[in-house]
């Protein structure tokens, strides 16, 4: 059964996820990274993996490998982030090894996170989609667009729906 995105179920599964985190790992890593970019609008190499690691744990060898350098990872974040073309702001982000969309967004989410939600399996399940074979930009594009509706019909941050799609998916999803 897919998630009621109205406002008490929102804080009601938002509630449940930061309890759930409270006091661990990626409780102090969101607020680094958030901390992060409030003041920069690139990554070094420490925080991007960091980063990277926050959202999938899998693929570390990927986002460590050197072709992920500290001046590539500077240059090709700066350039996503600065960019006013949606398009390249998350194709631009995938050129980095191990950049999934996935990982992607949450390079976009962090960085601007009234404009952008992260886009995991979990959320997307939340709402009731059919997972697609392969993520592209017309599925980015809607996935954005109908989240930031739900946040702003519901009047919550696009951060407090994303942790109530994710944890109404970990208690429900099979």
């Known amino acids: 059964m897919p998630f009621i995105p109205n406002r008490l179920n929102i804080l009601k599964y938002q509630a449940k996820y930061e309890k759930a985190i409270a006091g ?26 960091k980063l990277c690691l926050w959202k999938s744990k899998r693929p570390k060898k990927q ?8 001046e590539r990872i500077k240059e090709i974040v700066s350039i996503a982030l600065n960019s006013d073309d949606e398009f390249i ?3 631009t982000l995938r050129l980095l090894k191990g950049v999934s969309w996935p990982v992607a967004s949450v390079i976009l989410h962090f960085a601007e996170p009234k404009k952008y939600m992260i886009m995991d399996f979990r959320a997307i399940w939340s709402l ?9 930009f017309d599925f980015w594009q809607k996935y954005t667009s109908e989240v930031n509706e739900i946040a702003k019909k519901n009047k919550v941050t696009l951060r ?14 099979k």
């Open 24 to 49: 661990k790992d990626d409780e102090k890593v969101e607020k680094e990274l958030f901390h992060w970019f409030s003041e920069n609008k690139h990554l070094d190499r420490k925080t991007f993996i």
């Open 63 to 70: 986002y460590e490998d050197k072709i992920n350098s500290e």
């Open 89 to 91: 702001k998350i194709n």
């Open 128 to 136: 009731g989609w059919k997972q697609p074979k392969s993520y592209d």
């Open 160 to 173: 407090q729906l994303d942790k109530a799609l994710w944890f109404y998916s970990k208690e429900n999803q």
